[in-house]
């Protein structure tokens, strides 16, 4: 599998038209890079040599969350759902992958203005190969942040806004600075929330457990994929609600997931051991059933796939 980006001059659709992403330029006096002002969705893409095509995971469930992100922000965006995903579908396929991708699509301001003022979004789809992420096969270790997840006081978590990002670089870099992975947010609340860029599931007692989608998280496609997936397929109970941070530590398993992310073991949090340091069985269990329905093996989720 190539590494992220391994393609240099990918061609992505800005504008109303597939161009080289060399040539892809907006004013640095935007909104969007001034501010951050922009909604954006990432999507997954996995190649099925067998039929030699992509597989888009959750296409039109992630513009639907776009869509609802800009009616947030007061982005109208220029182009219908049903636009959107034919002009992905055209771009992706300009591209020629051979390869598992991820394909961002953004809703951007790129004329001037001020930050407060409502705006029509010109569209940005950009496509790159993506592999597996750092900790798939054998586990991450996370801390607590001292940084406190958003919430919808101040910055609405539910919307996928590239300004959200920043709490969690202010985190992640905290984590890595003192030789973690990654991190762990707490809520205003004082209960687990999520890490930057992945909503989080414990395992108790055979049991997932996961914060509700008022604990201050993005309400992820991928999280709600896995709560389906192992209701459903796996007969595993799911509780949706608070959780202390010390429920971690003596938990039995612990895993981090998103689109990116896809699904990651969590090993240790605070240098504390979670189960015995490994990969758990349900966790290894829930993923192999994951990757089974993104790559169209079940014929109960076919609709979640898009081929092309």
Same mark, same amino acid.
């Given at each position: 599998?190539?590494?992220?980006?391994?393609?240099?001059?990918?061609?992505?659709?800005?504008?109303?038209?597939?161009?080289?992403?060399?040539?892809?330029?907006?004013?640095?006096?935007?909104?969007?890079?001034?501010?951050?002002?922009?909604?954006?969705?990432?999507?997954?893409?996995?190649?099925?040599?067998?039929?030699?095509?992509?597989?888009?995971?959750?296409?039109?469930?992630?513009?639907?969350?776009?869509?609802?992100?800009?009616?947030?922000?007061?982005?109208?965006?220029?182009?219908?759902?049903?636009?959107?995903?034919?002009?992905?579908?055209?771009?992706?396929?300009?591209?020629?992958?051979?390869?598992?991708?991820?394909?961002?699509?953004? @809703?951007?301001?790129?004329?001037?203005? #001020?930050?407060?003022?409502?705006?029509?979004? $010109? &569209?940005? *789809? =950009?496509?790159?190969? /993506?592999?597996?992420?750092?900790?798939?096969?054998?586990?991450?270790?996370?801390?607590?942040?001292?940084?406190?997840?958003?919430?919808?006081?101040?910055?609405?978590?539910?919307?996928?806004?590239?300004?959200?990002?920043?709490?969690?670089?202010?985190?992640?870099?905290?984590?890595?600075?003192?030789?973690?992975?990654?991190?762990?947010?707490?809520?205003?609340?004082?209960?687990?929330?999520?890490?930057?860029?992945?909503?989080?599931?414990?395992?108790?007692?055979?049991?997932?457990?996961?914060?509700?989608?008022?604990?201050?998280? @993005?309400?992820?496609?991928?999280?709600? #994929?896995?709560?389906?997936?192992?209701?459903? $397929? &796996?007969? *595993? =109970?799911?509780?949706? /609600?608070?959780?202390?941070?010390?429920?971690?530590?003596?938990?039995?398993?612990?895993?981090?997931?998103?689109?990116?992310?896809?699904?990651?073991?969590?090993?240790?949090?605070?240098?504390?051991?979670?189960?015995?340091?490994?990969?758990?069985?349900?966790?290894?269990?829930?993923?192999?059933?994951?990757?089974?329905?993104?790559?169209?093996?079940?014929?109960?989720?076919?609709?979640?796939?898009?081929?092309?």
């Amino acid at each position: 599998m190539k590494s992220l980006g391994s393609k240099k001059n990918n061609l992505v659709w800005l504008a109303g038209k597939i161009i080289s992403s060399q040539e892809a330029k907006i004013s640095i006096l935007s909104p969007t890079c001034q501010y951050g002002l922009n909604v954006f969705e990432v999507i997954r893409c996995y190649l099925d040599k067998k039929n030699d095509q992509l597989l888009a995971f959750r296409l039109r469930d992630h513009l639907l969350r776009l869509f609802r992100s800009a009616k947030i922000m007061r982005i109208k965006p220029k182009y219908t759902i049903n636009e959107i995903q034919s002009i992905f579908i055209k771009t992706v396929a300009a591209n020629k992958y051979k390869e598992d991708i991820t394909v961002r699509i953004v @809703l951007f301001i790129n004329e001037s203005g #001020s930050w407060n003022s409502e705006y029509k979004g $010109e &569209l940005l *789809i =950009s496509p790159i190969s /993506r592999g597996r992420t750092h900790g798939f096969k054998t586990g991450i270790s996370c801390c607590i942040s001292s940084w406190e997840r958003i919430n919808d006081k101040c910055l609405p978590p539910r919307i996928k806004t590239g300004a959200n990002y920043i709490n969690g670089r202010m985190a992640q870099l905290e984590a890595i600075n003192n030789k973690y992975d990654s991190a762990l947010f707490l809520n205003n609340k004082g209960n687990l929330s999520e890490a930057p860029g992945s909503c989080i599931f414990i395992v108790k007692e055979n049991k997932l457990i996961t914060p509700p989608i008022t604990a201050s998280i @993005l309400e992820s496609v991928t999280r709600d #994929s896995i709560i389906k997936i192992s209701q459903e $397929e &796996l007969g *595993i =109970s799911i509780v949706e /609600r608070d959780i202390d941070r010390t429920e971690l530590y003596p938990c039995d398993e612990v895993f981090l997931c998103g689109t990116t992310m896809e699904i990651v073991p969590v090993i240790s949090v605070d240098r504390i051991r979670i189960g015995n340091g490994k990969i758990g069985p349900i966790t290894k269990t829930i993923r192999q059933k994951y990757f089974n329905v993104i790559k169209g093996k079940i014929n109960k989720y076919k609709g979640w796939v898009t081929a092309f």
